[in-house]
């Protein structure tokens, strides 16, 4: 079978992580989750104290952490993490200097996969446009931010619904209005709206939508000899 590439994109917060990992594990896919770049590189600005919206300083930083920048870091998760990412992801040096690692992951996934499933914000649209399938996770700001606030309390971190919600529009605003790759669907991305729907759910959903892709048609490709 031909590689696959899946690119999903979305909103902050609408389950694009957990959908990724769970389509890596069914299809035998690499994955590389591309906000975890972001807010490695957000992580590394705030403990230098630096100014996410100060361009030149967050360039010079990308530049020389790039290659060591640690996608592990459970601090990644923290609330003023996902906020620098905002900023530092609003710059375009630093969207030029990521997109040529993620297009590097794309075409070079690790030997053995058979392809690689991508998520961030500008995945089908930009980063990897020739992709077979497309998919836009969203769901509702109120919903995010219900799902944020439990997923900390049951971590025993306090949070305030009203603040993490202000917190998601002000961030989905940053993200659909930035002059370089704005988040907006691609024209043929298969958008899902999981404000009311499960996690598994949502994977049949994705699944059923990959399989008419890429399955079924390499299926009768074998068929017919081809």
């Known amino acids: 079978m031909p590689p696959l590439l899946i690119a999903i994109d979305g909103t902050a917060g609408a389950g694009k992580g957990t959908l990724a990992r769970a389509l890596a594990r069914r299809y035998h896919l690499a994955h590389l989750d591309t906000g975890c770049l972001y807010r490695a590189l957000g992580l590394a600005v705030l403990n230098q104290n630096l100014d ?7 360039v010079d930083l990308a530049r020389s952490l790039l290659s060591t920048l640690d996608l592990k870091n459970p601090a990644l998760r923290e609330e003023a ?3 620098a990412a905002s900023h530092v992801a609003a710059i375009p040096e630093v969207r ?12 070079h996934p690790p030997e053995g996969m058979q392809g690689c499933v991508m998520d961030g914000r500008d995945i089908g649209r930009v980063v990897m446009p020739e992709a077979l399938c497309k998919i836009y996770v969203t769901a509702s700001p109120e919903v995010r931010a219900t799902r944020r606030c439990k997923e900390l309390h049951e971590k025993g ?12 529009r002000e961030r989905d605003e940053r993200d659909q209005t930035r002059k370089v790759s704005p988040l907006i669907p691609a024209e043929d991305a298969f958008v899902l709206d999981t404000s009311q729907m499960t996690i598994e759910d949502v994977i049949h959903k994705a699944c059923a939508y990959i399989d008419a892709k890429w ?12």
Not at 52 to 58: G, K, L, R
Not at 96 to 107: G, H, I, S, T, Y
């Open 52 to 58: 996410p919206t100060d361009e030149q300083s967050v």
């Open 157 to 168: 971190i306090y949070s305030i619904y009203d603040d993490i919600l202000k917190d998601i």
């Open 81 to 83: 993490v996902g906020v």
């Open 215 to 226: 399955v079924a048609p390499e299926k009768t490709r074998r068929a017919e000899g081809k």
């Open 96 to 107: 030029a200097l990521l997109f040529a690692f993620q297009r590097n992951f794309a075409q």
